[in-house]
């Protein structure tokens, strides 16, 4: 099949030197700092660093999620060894492994899929590491083991079964779907992959509304699987779409066509990324929330990082090729834009992709960097300037 001819594109060749210099300022800092904690997100253009052992918790009525972003410092670091052939970046990172291993069996959580993709699955098909890591496959089992099979959902927060929590599903589930799908490529029970396909296929049915919108979390009655309630947890309404879990909706329902070829899967991703680029400003920086009616409102530049991943994958894997180039150009236009308004180049400023925000509801990080907006930018940009190939973002054999 042939692919209609794409102009050069000097301006992301740029921007992706530009993450290069801003990773290696990352690599040095992630240098001096103790092994065992990593940056989450920026405020006053410093990190706010978590340790990795630091698990997801009930704070009366309110919910922490404890450490769910240490891999992405991996990631960064991983992209930095391949792009500038950094060996620095690959032994620190390769030495931390160890005190990320632990998390695997961690059945507090849904997010194991963002500790360990950008962590021990990508470093895995880069060949940084084993492959086979067993660690990975071992995260893969615990994520799988959080199947409601009643509502056909991951339970998202809290220990399994725990009553506070056995019955919330969140949007972002779909991005720690990338860890179940590469599982199953390398062999693992089918039980992984059953699993996942039909999280995927719950989550398109009960998160996406009519005009390509989301929901953010799912409440269901985990004995029956009934649907309970369908709102927000850090959007700013229950009727309203929170940009990033647009975003992860985006690229997880792309991703998850990718593994499945199930055409559900490539409509919802297309539904959620044309209500979503069609809502951008010029400089492509989302706001925090599509329905915060401020004319300036919060921005979240990691939401338009995601999405633009998404545009990326379905560039990759629509079955139309006029849908692939409008997808791929989409990506495209909108991370040049973002690289533009966001990247930083203050070596004085901590971090990588500014503008971006953590949860307005909770005051946390409204205005900095974020631990996986710096990834998936990156990671967003490699494959735009061909420096990583789809099967290797993947982590299994794309359908064409
Ligand atoms: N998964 C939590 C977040 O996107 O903030």
């Not at 970046?89 to 950008?118: I, M, N, Q, W």
């Not at 699993?195 to 398109?204: D, I, L, V």
């Not at 990506?331 to 308004?341: H, P, Q, S, V």
Request: contains cysteine; charged residues 20%; glycine residues 12%.
């Amino acid at each position: 099949m042939t692919e209609p001819a794409e102009p050069d594109r000097p301006a992301l060749r740029g921007e992706w030197d530009r993450f290069l210099q801003a990773a290696e300022r990352e690599r040095r800092a992630g240098e001096g700092r103790p092994e065992g904690v990593f940056p989450h997100y920026s405020e006053d253009g410093s990190w706010r660093l978590l340790a990795v052992d630091e698990l997801s918790t009930w704070r009366g009525e309110v919910y922490d999620h404890g450490n769910w972003t240490a891999g992405f410092w991996y990631g960064v670091m991983w992209l930095l060894a391949l792009g500038a052939g950094d060996a620095r970046a690959k032994e620190l990172t390769r030495g931390r492994l160890p005190r990320l291993v632990p998390r695997s069996t961690d059945s507090t959580t849904h997010d194991l899929g963002f500790l360990f993709y950008p962590s021990l699955v990508l470093g895995g098909e880069l060949g940084f590491v084993d492959p086979g890591e067993a660690a990975a496959v071992q995260a893969a089992n615990t994520l799988t083991a959080r199947l409601n099979a009643q509502g056909g959902y991951l339970q998202a927060f809290g220990p399994i079964g725990d009553p506070r929590s056995a019955g919330t599903s969140t949007i972002d589930t779909m991005m720690n779907l990338p860890l179940l799908w590469w599982a199953r490529e390398r062999g693992a029970d089918v039980h992984l992959g059953n699993a996942a396909r039909w999280h995927a296929r719950t989550s398109a049915r009960l998160y996406v509304r009519d005009d390509g919108s989301t929901y953010h979390l799912l409440r269901f009655d985990p004995v029956s699987g009934a649907l309970r309630h369908q709102g927000t947890f850090q959007g700013a309404a229950d009727d309203s779409c929170w940009s990033r879990g647009q975003a992860w909706g985006i690229c997880g329902f792309a991703w998850a066509y990718a593994a499945t070829g199930e055409p559900e899967f490539c409509r919802a991703a297309e539904r959620c990324a044309s209500y979503f680029f069609d809502r951008l400003p010029d400089d492509a920086v989302a706001p925090w929330d599509f329905g915060d009616p401020s004319p300036t409102p919060t921005r979240d530049a990691s939401a338009t990082a995601i999405a633009c991943l998404g545009a990326l994958l379905l560039g990759h894997v629509h079955p139309e090729a006029d849908r692939r180039g409008r997808w791929r150009r989409t990506g495209l236009d909108a991370l040049e834009r973002i690289g533009d308004a966001c990247l930083n180049t203050d070596p004085a400023t901590q971090g990588i992709l500014l503008h971006s925000c953590y949860s307005k509801p909770h005051g946390l990080g409204v205005d900095g960097a974020t631990a996986w907006g710096d990834f998936f930018f990156g990671l967003a940009l490699a494959l735009a300037v061909d420096a990583i190939p789809l099967r290797t973002v993947l982590g299994f054999r794309p359908p064409r």
